[in-house]
């Protein structure tokens, strides 16, 4: 009878190397966690105040913002205007833009540092973040202002967690809770809940209260965190990352509840998304993207039955 030749030491040796290198990535790439998540949804009712990224597609995809070769960075949509604003890290400039990806106006800022994010609070007023001092900057824009100087402007530093170039990249606010969300990019990964800035009542002393929960954050499963949107009407965050090409929407405690991803195939999608930095949503529940160094994208939701 013929006997079987017993596997070379070598190869088992190499077998299991490549199953440590291969469990190893899946946990860089937070593969693991987002695959049980996907699973768990597949039996699990929606919630009914979830957003539902994942019935959201593309309606505008990849449009060049023209008259713009600077990397945009970030995303906010104003009630007030109907417009979205962004910002801009070379040659720092805070940009206006019309709902399908126009330039409408243009501020220049000087001495905003490396400026990442820009969210709106009430009409005409905005906050700012500077990545590498982790400075939040409160800003207020009249029709006629064509720039606008840091010195003058209310701000504070936090000052948590330093990491050189991995600092603040994402904003949101809340306007019923005043509370001003801000992710930090990576190293680690967190989103900071800041009450009392921007100051709003003079009569009132000025204090600054941080929140932050690492242990929840540790478990958001994506690589970074570029950017962040807050919906009002469901109380729950939207996060956004550019290395994962991922949306989650997290609920109050955290958790996340739905996702949109940034891929080829997905969404609607005929490219992946290159990297996505800013999001915001409008009004209507629009959502809207950029990514580096000057794309637009608009995403919907179909009609329900």
């Known amino acids: 009878m013929r006997r079987f030749a017993r596997p070379k030491p070598l190869i088992l040796i190499l077998s299991a190397i490549a199953l440590i290198v291969l469990v190893a990535i899946g946990q860089y790439l937070r593969l693991f966690e987002r695959a049980w998540f996907n699973l768990n949804t597949l039996w699990q009712p929606m919630d009914t105040q979830s957003i539902g990224l994942d019935q959201y597609q593309v309606v505008l995809e990849g449009q060049v913002i023209k008259g713009l070769d600077a990397d945009v960075s970030a995303l906010t949509f104003d009630p007030v205007r109907k417009s979205l604003f962004t910002v801009t890290n070379k040659n720092a400039e805070l940009i206006e833009l019309s709902l399908d990806g126009r330039i409408l106006r243009r501020v220049a800022l000087i001495g905003f540092g490396d400026a990442e994010a820009v969210e709106f609070i009430s009409a005409d007023t905005y906050v700012i973040a500077d990545e590498s001092q982790q400075r939040l900057i409160k800003i207020h824009l009249e029709q006629g202002t064509t720039f606008l100087d840091a010195v003058d402007a209310e701000q504070m530093t936090l ?147």
């Not at 990019?185 to 204090?207: C, Q, T, W």
């Not at 242990?215 to 996060?239: C, I, N, P, T, W």
């Open 159 to 305: 000052g948590v967690h330093a990491s050189g170039n991995k600092g603040f990249e994402g904003l949101a606010y809340d306007s019923v809770g005043k509370r001003l969300f801000v992710a930090k990019e990576r190293d680690p990964m967190l989103i900071y809940e800041v009450h009392g800035f921007p100051h709003f009542n003079p009569e009132k002393s000025y204090a600054v209260h941080v929140i932050n929960n690492p242990k929840r954050d540790a478990g958001l499963f994506v690589r970074d965190l570029s950017s962040l949107q807050y919906d009002e009407r469901s109380g729950h965050l939207m996060a956004l990352s550019d290395e994962s090409r991922l949306v989650l929407e997290l609920d109050v405690d955290g958790r996340p509840l739905s996702t949109m991803s940034l891929s080829k195939g997905r969404q609607g999608l005929q490219k992946n998304v290159p990297q996505a930095e800013g999001i915001a949503m409008g009004d209507d529940g629009t959502v809207y993207l950029v990514s580096e160094p000057n794309l637009f994208y608009v995403f919907k939701k179909p009609p329900q039955p």
